[in-house]
């Protein structure tokens, strides 16, 4: 046999290979969109349902020393989607949704001294919790302290993420299961109808098996 006749099995095997990847790749990419589609569907029909029932949700959100905002009751929410090319195919690159909750109430906090006030607004600025701030004035119209009136409102936000080449969602949320921001792998595969109703309970304050997918190490 020839060396002309060893390149050509070289090439051929080298094609094979190459089809072979390409396959996988397309399963892989048709496995994430299908995993995105069935999550984007769920979740607009429990929007949906929630803007009917308007539920509270019974976390206590709170500014660690500071305030619990709780009690709190859907007021809004709204989901959408982005999507890209692989190839040729048109695939769900990102979900991205908001619940927000409120009671139309306001919390008053005081204090007379700088530090302790500035305690407040650090606290309240780290979280993104909405609030007002009045200086009080003594009656020859000194500062004597600080009100803060805080909104106890908040949104709960998420973004979904397909990951084509692994296959894996990965979901980052603000004010889910706490106020600030946590981060989720879920492997496609994991995606079904029963890990869909857990999500939507951690969404809804209640206790779910959904946090275990929750990563201490932030997502790129």
Do not use: C
Not at 45 to 74: A, M, R
Not at 182 to 195: G, K, L, Q, S
Request: aromatic share 8%.
């Amino acid at each position: 046999m020839g060396l002309l006749d060893d390149l050509k099995k070289q090439a051929e095997l080298a094609k094979t290979q190459q089809m072979s990847a390409q396959s996988l790749q397309e399963a892989t990419v048709k496995t994430v969109e299908s995993k995105m589609k069935q999550s984007f569907q769920y979740l607009h029909e429990l929007l949906k349902q929630l803007s009917v029932l308007k539920p509270v949700n019974p976390l206590n959100f709170s500014v660690p020393g500071i305030v619990e905002l709780k009690n709190l009751q859907y007021v809004d929410s709204f989901i959408d989607n982005r999507k890209k090319r692989i190839n040729d195919l048109e695939v769900m690159d990102i979900t991205t949704f908001y619940i927000k909750w409120g009671s139309g109430n306001k919390i008053t906090l005081e204090r007379d001294m700088p530090a302790p006030a500035q305690k407040i607004r650090e606290g309240l600025n780290q979280f993104a919790v909405k609030y007002a701030e009045e200086e009080m004035r003594s009656p020859r119209g000194t500062i004597a302290g600080w009100r803060f009136l805080i909104d106890q409102a908040i949104n709960t936000d998420v973004r979904i993420k397909a990951d084509h080449e692994q296959p894996r969602l990965l979901i980052s949320a603000r004010n889910l299961i706490r106020l600030g921001t946590d981060e989720f792998v879920v492997p496609a595969e994991d995606i079904t109808e029963a890990w869909l109703e857990e999500f939507a309970k951690t969404l809804l304050g209640q206790m779910s098996a959904f946090t275990k997918y929750r990563v201490q190490t932030p997502l790129r």
